[in-house]
């Protein structure tokens, strides 16, 4: 959970502290933190440094008010990669429940930014290390592979920022 950047709360949302990696308490991704007590987290204010930069895509706004990740049953993360000098989107899908990308309105959503929108989809399933990816047809294997590991280092740096290098 973090602070929020823009009118909403996390409310009683602690989906992301399921699905997230935490590197500084060495969780991984799909346990649930242990620090989660009735709907919220225990150590708040002390919380690490990414849990406290974290914002999903419902929480900055990109998404309708109904679909907050505790009620819909996908965490959604928005990412963007330079490669070759073009900018190409990225939506990280978590699933909060087991199943919840197999429900309807989520495979469309898939559909429609791959399709229309051009984005990557990268689906996190619950329980699984597995990463599945849908790309539109425009980008090759060759591209592909290196707009990843764009994202990948982008992210890494990242929490290698956030995170004191004795919890590294
Ligand atoms: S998933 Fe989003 S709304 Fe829910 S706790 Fe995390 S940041 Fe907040
Ligand atoms: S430390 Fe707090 S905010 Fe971070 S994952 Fe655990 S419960 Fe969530």
Not at 56 to 77: H, K, N, Q, T
Not at 128 to 150: C, G, H, M, Q, W
Request: proline share 6%.
């Amino acid at each position: 959970m973090s602070t929020p950047r823009v009118q909403r709360e996390c409310g009683p949302c602690t989906a992301c502290c399921t699905t997230h990696r935490i590197l500084e308490l060495d969780k991984k991704a799909g346990v649930r933190c242990p620090h989660v007590r009735q709907k919220k987290c225990s150590i708040y204010g002390n919380h690490p440094p990414s849990c406290k930069v974290y914002a999903c895509a419902w929480l900055i706004g990109g998404l309708p008010e109904e679909e907050r990740p505790d009620r819909s049953g996908m965490v959604m993360d928005i990412r963007a990669a330079k490669y070759r000098g073009k900018i190409f989107r990225f939506c990280e899908m978590f699933e909060v429940r087991e199943g919840a990308s197999k429900e309807v309105k989520h495979k469309q959503a898939i559909v429609h930014l791959v399709d229309n929108e051009g984005w990557i989809v990268g689906l996190h399933k619950l329980g699984s290390s597995k990463v599945t990816y849908y790309r539109p047809s425009s980008i090759n294997d060759a591209e592909f592979s290196a707009i990843l590991a764009e994202v990948d280092g982008v992210i890494e740096k990242m929490v290698r920022a956030l995170t004191p290098p004795q919890q590294l």
